[in-house]
């Protein structure tokens, strides 16, 4: 890959840790990822990402969806993220109306094989539970273009672990997370390179790569 090629101008969607976040920016500075990431953005003042962010030297800007009406909220998501080439959801558990403009170009990465353990309050802890409670053989991420809709749309990608018979949600939350270090750069490496397009409510794969890359 040229190390002239335009970055990824990206923006990140947060509402706890910042973990993922953190693995985007690490990656950014690695050389792995050529991207930059424009704006954080937070709809929770008291989420540790909030302080990560700042601490990494990361733009955040808060958007407090508990503190603001709904067309305010929208407002000021789409404001914060204005110039970017894509925004990538990253623990983010508030619903953002995707306006015209971004459509095709929000992704996120959710800790489960969708379609299944998604949906509204299916987050952190809670898709662990549920994976182990159900008996499943199988868990892992995705990494998915977003909709309307809680953790729908597209899939782009998905990476397994196994469950182990022994596994808590923690020991199972620490072996997806290491999936999904993994997964949303591969995602957002595949948006960069012109590899994939959102046409029509399908992921669109083209296997050429854009010229000079």
Not at 60 to 69: A, F, G, K, N, Y
């Amino acid at each position: 890959m040229s190390k002239h090629r335009d970055r990824l101008r990206l923006a990140v969607l947060i509402s706890g840790s910042g973990r993922t976040l953190l693995n985007l920016h690490q990656q950014i500075a690695d050389g792995t990822l050529p991207a930059v990431i424009t704006s954080v953005v937070s709809s929770r003042s008291e989420a540790a990402g909030v302080t990560r962010s700042r601490e990494a030297g990361l733009p955040i800007v808060v958007v407090e969806r508990r503190r603001l009406s709904p067309e305010a909220f929208q407002q000021g998501i789409t404001e914060a993220i204005a110039g970017a080439d894509l925004v990538c959801m990253a623990g983010f558990l508030s619903l953002w109306r995707i306006p015209e403009e971004f459509a095709g170009k929000v992704i996120n990465i959710h800790p489960a094989l969708l379609p299944e353990f998604g949906g509204a309050g299916m987050f952190g802890k809670h898709v662990h539970e549920a994976v182990l409670k159900a008996g499943k053989k199988i868990s892992g991420c995705t990494v998915h273009f977003c909709d309307n809709q809680y953790d729908h749309g597209p899939t782009i990608l998905q990476r397994t672990v196994p469950v182990l018979q022994d596994d808590s949600p923690e020991t199972l939350a620490a072996r997806v997370f290491e999936q999904e270090c993994i997964a949303y750069p591969e995602a957002i490496l595949l948006f960069a390179d012109g590899r994939i397009s959102l046409d029509g409510g399908t992921v669109r794969v083209n296997p050429m790569r854009r010229e000079g890359i």
